[in-house]
């Protein structure tokens, strides 16, 4: 039971540093940056990243937040930075509502920030 706990802590541990990697690698306005992970001496693990606030897709989405327009502006958003992690090789694997972070940058109120570059291969 010991081991699997282990080989579990070994995995979670390994998908934050894949994320933090991968976030720094692309060095994109549109991902949310990654500053710190690690492990804790009681076992836990943590990620630090930047503050962000505003509010996800899958939000604006549920409350009818967004009209055409503004819904073209987020995907134009979203293509344009998976056009940049594919050019390096990078997909993201698991892009939905959840993972598009909507915040206010340069006056733009949909300015998109992906999240959770974790799985990505």
């Known amino acids: 039971m010991a081991n699997v706990k282990s080989e579990r802590a070994d ?3 390994q998908r934050f540093i894949r994320e933090a990697q991968t ?3 692309l060095r994109s306005r549109h991902i949310a940056e990654v500053g710190d992970f ?3 001496p009681n076992g836990s693990f943590y990620v630090t990243m930047e503050l962000l606030e505003g509010h996800d897709l899958a939000h604006a989405m549920r409350h009818k937040l967004l009209d055409r327009a503004k819904m073209i502006h987020v995907f134009t958003q979203v293509a344009e930075t998976l056009a940049i992690a594919h050019e390096k ?3 993201h694997r698991d892009l939905k509502p959840d993972n598009v972070f909507l ?3 340069d006056g733009d109120p949909q300015f998109v920030k992906l999240l959770d570059f974790g799985i990505a291969k």
Do not use: D, Y
Request: charged share 5%.
């Open 89 to 91: 090789g990078i997909v």
């Open 38 to 40: 690690g492990q804790l």
């Open 103 to 105: 915040v206010t940058e």
């Open 11 to 13: 995995g979670v541990l």
């Open 23 to 25: 976030a720094n690698m």
